[in-house]
């Protein structure tokens, strides 16, 4: 049969776009659906920012008038220009293991990419590193955390066939909670506290407390990770844009920012619980019930998720990360938390894995980034 592909023209196939992982992942115990009310605003470019600093399409596939696949092609102005790159993206692609509906979407995204310039295409990728990113290489049996990538292992081979080769690896480690830190750790606690009198982390109970910081904080992000490859800076609608998307799944115990003697955010780090079980639960609809399934999930998971860390690079190295951790721990601790996921980190990112390692983690999955030139 006869594949088509169309871009999305309405509203229903738009709906067809968000839906169609839940019926390709009906038996992937792993998987988990997205927070639907977040994707229906996440893929609307009236209002989500980010899609004014790109060129996209969003793509359907059809195999008479079944839908059976979708890709989303990017070409980011901004992110291309700052770093001299020709470099078309595609993401959230969805297929059965049908390498022809795989091609006709790849070679689309790629035809349209050239067209507008670029040389190569790279995926999957989306607007940031923020967004899920690359395909998940190893770890299928573990479960999916969200704001990641969940995909069959089929999702890999077809890309390989398609002619890509790796861009570059992202690795997650799980780290098991000590029932009492290292004592590497605490004396660099005290060293810190000792010379570093005038700065303190505040810690919260509330999420009303913290809109305030929102900004700066998302800000200090903005500042530290301009060579993080993927990053793209938020401008302060992003930034409101993406503390509604998760503020308020975030126990306000887990997020921990320090400040100088100016009251200027110098450092952040940001987790959350494993949310994983209460969303399937809900299968990603939060409403009429679905929300009470999350907040259990929250309560009873043993899990806390890594989202976001940084420290402004005149603090780096005296041990700000180490404070931080600790008053994260705790928290955790407190709330019944054995074990870390510490979210994506580039392979090359050794300061960051050696602080991992450091703490008894492992590498429990890995994901890559693919590219080809087109």
Partial sequence: MDIQIREIKSKKELKQFIFLPEKIHQNHSNWVHPIYMDDWDFFNPKKNKSF???????????????VVGRCMGLVHHDYNEKHSEKHGRFSFIETYNDQEVYHALIEYVANWSKKKGMGKLVGPLAFSDKDPQGFLIEGFDEPHVLASACNYEYMVDLTLNEGFSKKVDL??????????????????????????STIKVLEFTSRRRIKPLIRPTLQLINDTFTNIYGFTPFN?????????????????RFIKIAVNENNEVIGTVIAMSDLGLGIQKAKGRLFPFGFFHVLTAGQKSKQMNLMLGAIDPCYQGRGLDVFMGIKLIASAKEAGKTVIDSH??????TKVRAEMERMGGLVYKRYRLYEKNI
Avoid: Q, S, W
């Fill in 344 to 349: 994506l980190e580039l392979e090359y990112n």
């Fill in 236 to 252: 302060k609608k992003e930034m409101d844009d993406f503390a509604n998307r998760y503020l308020y799944l975030i126990n306000p």
């Fill in 171 to 196: 690795v997650v480690y799980k780290i098991d909670i000590p029932v009492e830190l290292p004592e590497l750790y605490t004396k660099i606690d005290e060293r810190f506290k000792r010379n570093n």
């Fill in 52 to 66: 004014n600093h790109c060129d996209y399409i969003l793509l359907l596939a059809y195999k008479g008038e079944d």
